[in-house]
């Protein structure tokens, strides 16, 4: 039987200029078992209510006044969701990473527990914009540096730390580890969950074979 997939992701109002095409590219794709969950913290329920009239499964969350802290209790929604209707694996899909259609069957023929595909957002370095892939690897201890040179090569890599705008995660990782961040630190969930992933043993992967659009505003 193939496995039970859940797609989901947190969103606002804010969000609300790609909608159409987030909503277009989840029904096109040609994984069949699968479903959608999309978890709304915006501070009014407008959005909300669009996303549910345009037929995709919704819930409202409540709003919180920090970002960081309305994407995790979103999150763990969404976690809580998979796990409670057993799901196999979640894929975290973000509203503005646009996926090929056929990325859930490509995920699942590496076998891993947590495999994620390639997308590519703007950094300002030494003053300069710059398009780097969310994929890094661990200099040392303290310090992180992209992969820009692995992110062409097409095949299933391990990394370090990879952002969660499009990453598979298993139903036995997700038992273990919530989306968490920490006070008084600039890093957003993506970099605890593989923190936390990396200290139970697991191993994460980038199959840079899969490129996503990531609908950020300058960027298209």
């Known amino acids: 039987m193939e496995p039970k997939i859940l797609v989901g992701c947190p969103t606002a109002d804010y969000k609300a200029y790609c909608l159409d095409e987030y909503i277009a590219a989840l029904k096109s794709l040609t994984y069949k078992n699968c479903d959608f969950l999309i978890v709304d913290n915006s501070k009014t329920n407008d959005y909300y209510e669009r996303i549910?009239?345009?037929?995709?499964?919704?819930?409202?969350d409540k709003y919180l006044a920090l970002a960081k802290d309305r994407i995790i209790s979103s999150r763990n929604l969404i976690r809580e969701y998979a796990l409670k209707n057993g799901y196999d694996y979640l894929l975290s899909l973000e509203q503005d990473v646009i996926p090929p259609k056929d990325i859930i069957e490509r995920l699942l023929e590496a076998k891993k527990d947590i495999i994620a595909g390639v997308y590519y957002t703007e950094y300002k370095i030494n003053g300069k914009q710059v398009i780097r892939p969310l994929m890094w690897r661990k200099v040392n201890k303290d310090t992180l540096q992209f992969m820009t040179d692995q992110a062409e090569i097409n095949q299933v890599i391990k990394v370090d730390v990879t952002g969660l705008g499009c990453i598979m995660i298993s139903g036995?990782?997700?038992?273990?580890?919530?989306?968490r961040v920490e006070k008084d630190n600039e890093a957003f969930d993506d970099?605890?969950?593989?923190?936390?992933a990396a200290k139970n043993g697991y191993k994460i992967y980038v199959d840079t074979s899969i490129k996503c659009k990531?609908?950020?505003?300058?960027?298209?």
């Open 172 to 179: 036995k990782i997700l038992e273990k580890i919530k989306f």
């Open 52 to 60: 549910k009239k345009a037929g995709i499964n919704v819930v409202k």
């Open 191 to 196: 970099l605890f969950f593989c923190v936390d």
């Open 214 to 220: 990531h609908l950020i505003r300058g960027m298209n």
